[in-house]
């Protein structure tokens, strides 16, 4: 097959794939286009991508044949199925050494699969999780690539210069690891996304319910905060939010129903987290809570049976962007802590003070607060938890009192909390020498002859006893989670 001239390629004209093109010609790489609506190719080579160096192709063997070698070719389609059906359609117009790029919000196991399969068949495949939403795709997205190493040099010089740039330059998007890898810290991306927006949802009840503050603050508030530790782009949008009126000159965020969706990405991190036994609980909570709102019809009744309490509004604005801030560091310290689970099993051998600095801009989930993070894994790679690194211990003691206060207040006040009080029970848990799990052991092996260890004896000696002296002396297996 003949040597085209186009840099890269790309499958699927929706939005976020003509975005990321555009970004592509910007800066100076020459583009192939297909989309399975032919018609839709016409649209885009004849509107936005008129003049610009971006070549529309009719049929999948002339899209390839217009693409230098190795064949870059990046698929921007609905997760799943179509993926799959690209991959079989592309194959036969491939060779050896040509490259096959998943762009879409893919499950990392899908990923997986895809990058074994087709390095069975001497094709280099990527999984790259991307994030930044329409904007982020046009002018610089986050991207998180991962799947075949042979793959990364012929793709980086593309993927570095379309990628958005932390203060000091750095592009937001490196290498993450073999396999699934890509697209699983696009996973975890998007479960931190999920909590970090439930806590900000909190926070606006709290400061209504508890903190007696008006509508007409809450835009001004929340701009203060976005210029201290809490500056990241969901406060900063959350501030426009406040400010824009409906028609009548009302807040328009009152007129939205209190029901939220979701795609999964939030639920797969959370199935994810039970599978690997680590306690991803903020995460879990948002995703529930997701779910309780869309449960509408039935707490409007429920609120005919009950009344909630009413008291005095007791808190200040400080002290709820203090519980607020230490409930994040809390999310984020549980989401390094399953990516570095995860990257044991897999032997992915993630960066993670490099995911912190792809995550730094581009992405919804960015923020001041991600630099300090990359800090703390540049001091220390193999840090277990943020939790016991000197500053955000110096941050989360500052924070603790107003913390309680605050989900003391709110309890008082009848105000759901499921983030801001899990983050503090989890605080509390992974501070505590001593948990009652001797207990928990204790009635495991009672009723199921499960065993436990013993404080005076050495870890890994496992002891049953008959607890009534009618049972045998005979005990389970162990297992863990």
């Known amino acids: 097959m003949g040597q085209g001239k186009a840099d890269i390629g790309l499958i699927g004209l929706a939005v976020m794939g003509q975005n990321l093109v555009l970004n592509m010609a910007d800066h100076g790489f020459t583009v192939a286009v297909y989309n399975r609506t032919v018609s839709k190719v016409d649209e885009f080579i004849q509107g936005p991508a008129e003049g610009k160096s971006i070549l529309g192709s009719k049929d999948l063997k002339q ?14 389609v609905k997760a799943g199925d179509p993926v799959d059906e690209f991959i079989d359609l592309l194959v036969p117009f491939l060779e050896k050494g040509d490259i096959i790029i998943d762009g879409g919000n893919s499950h990392f196991p899908d990923s997986q699969r895809r990058y074994e399969a087709l390095k069975a068949k001497g094709i280099l495949f990527l999984g ?30 593309i993927f570095q210069a379309i990628a958005a740039k932390s203060e000091d330059g750095t592009p937001c998007c490196d290498w993450v690891g073999e396999g699934g890898a890509g697209h699983y810290v696009k996973m975890v991306h998007n479960g931190i996304e999920y909590g970090d927006m439930q806590l900000i949802c909190e926070a606006y009840h709290l400061l209504k319910g508890a903190g007696g503050v008006k509508m007409s603050e809450l835009s001004h508030i929340f701009n203060e905060w976005n210029k201290g530790p809490l500056d990241s782009y969901l406060i900063e949008i959350t501030a426009q939010i406040f400010a824009k ?30 599978d690997r036994g680590m306690p991803l609980t903020l ?27 009413s008291g005095e509004k ?35 051998k993630l960066n993670f003070g490099s995911i912190a600095l792809m995550w730094r801009g581009g992405c919804i989930i960015r923020s001041k607060f991600l630099g300090k993070i990359k800090q703390a894994y ?25 913390w309680r206060r605050v989900i ?11 983030c801001f009080s899990t983050a503090l029970s989890f605080f509390d848990g992974y501070r505590s020498a001593n948990l009652p799990a001797n207990l928990l052991q204790a009635q495991r092996d009672f009723f199921g002859a499960h065993t436990y260890e013993r404080i005076d004896k050495p870890r890994g000696q496992f002891f049953h006893t008959n607890w009534t002296g009618k049972g045998g002396d005979i005990s389970s297996s162990t297992y863990n989670a």
């Open 283 to 309: 995460i879990g909570e948002a995703v529930f809570a997701r779910c309780l709102s869309s449960l509408k019809e039935e707490r409007i009744e429920a609120s005919k049976h009950y009344q909630g309490p």
């Open 245 to 274: 009126m409906d028609t009548d000159g009302k807040p328009l965020v009152e007129k939205i129903l209190d029901v939220a969706g979701q795609k999964g990405t939030g639920k797969w991190t959370g199935i994810d987290a039970l």
């Open 408 to 418: 003391a207040a709110g309890a008082m006040h009848g105000i759901p909390m499921p």
């Open 378 to 402: 540049d001091k220390n790679p193999k840090l277990n938890s943020l939790l016991v690194d000197p500053f955000f211990i110096q941050e989360i003691t500052r924070c603790v009192p107003s």
């Open 314 to 348: 007791v808190l200040d604005r400080e002290q709820i962007s203090h519980a607020l801030y230490a409930s994040k560091i809390i999310s984020y310290a549980q989401g390094f802590m399953l990516m570095k689970k995860a990257s044991e099993e897999n032997q992915w």
């Open 63 to 76: 899209f390839v044949l217009q693409l230098k070698r190795p064949r870059r070719v990046m698929l921007m």
């Open 128 to 157: 790259a999780g991307i994030s930044g939403g329409e904007e982020g795709a046009r002018n610089g997205p986050s991207i998180m690539p991962g799947g075949n190493p042979e793959a990364w040099p012929h793709v980086k010089p």
